[in-house]
């Protein structure tokens, strides 16, 4: 998920604790979730463009890119997930607000609440490569797993992957690397 320039985060409270046991069943809901989210979106979707496929085949897979459908919202927004309001009632506070994300990637399927930038495009495209590597279980699990122990989205090591890959994209300073290569290297230090 990219935050939208409309998206702010700030610093909260701690953040309340959960058993072992509710974790795995937010963890569960979370996969549910992206999983319908995937289903409801992707006949909505359309390829990335032959510019796009172009500019981001010096990072990314080829059979990535391909397999990517890109859905650009008009009259709607992206739904929060169901288990929210347990959550809020729990007292989290601070859960990210899919609406005012720019973009939401749900495995292979982009999402996005804005016209797509490139810079989020690049972004959500790490996202698709950590669902390809880890699967959706193990991402839906890694990104529940990081909000809690990271305190909050800026904490959530999938998107501190994301958007460091994605200020590398935008400097721009002529290099292009392996997104795969990267995510791979995270996964194997465990900094997920």
Not at 19 to 32: D, F, L, T
Not at 122 to 136: D, I, P, S, W
């Amino acid at each position: 998920m990219a935050q939208s320039q409309h998206a702010t985060s700030s610093f909260h409270k701690p953040l309340p604790y959960l058993s072992p046991g509710q974790i795995k069943e937010i963890c569960e809901a979370a996969e549910v979730y992206i999983a319908e989210q995937r289903s409801r979106f992707w006949g909505r979707g359309i390829d990335l463009s032959r510019d796009q496929l172009s500019s981001l085949s010096a990072f990314f897979r080829a059979d990535l890119l391909n397999s990517i459908r890109l859905f650009v919202l008009e009259d709607e927004r992206v739904p929060n997930p169901p288990f929210y309001p347990m959550l809020r009632a729990m007292g989290f506070d601070n859960l990210p607000d899919f609406a005012l994300m720019a973009a939401v990637t749900f495995q292979d399927v982009i999402v996005s609440n804005e016209p797509c930038s490139e810079g989020v495009l690049f972004h959500e495209l790490v996202h698709a490569e950590q669902y390809r590597q880890l699967g959706l279980g193990r991402f839906a699990e890694l990104y529940v797993r990081g909000f809690l122990s990271g305190g909050g989205y800026d904490g959530i090591p999938l998107e501190v992957n994301a958007y460091s890959l994605g200020t590398r994209f935008e400097d721009g300073r002529g290099a292009h690397f392996s997104v795969e290569g990267e995510v791979s290297s995270w996964i194997k230090r465990g900094a997920f």
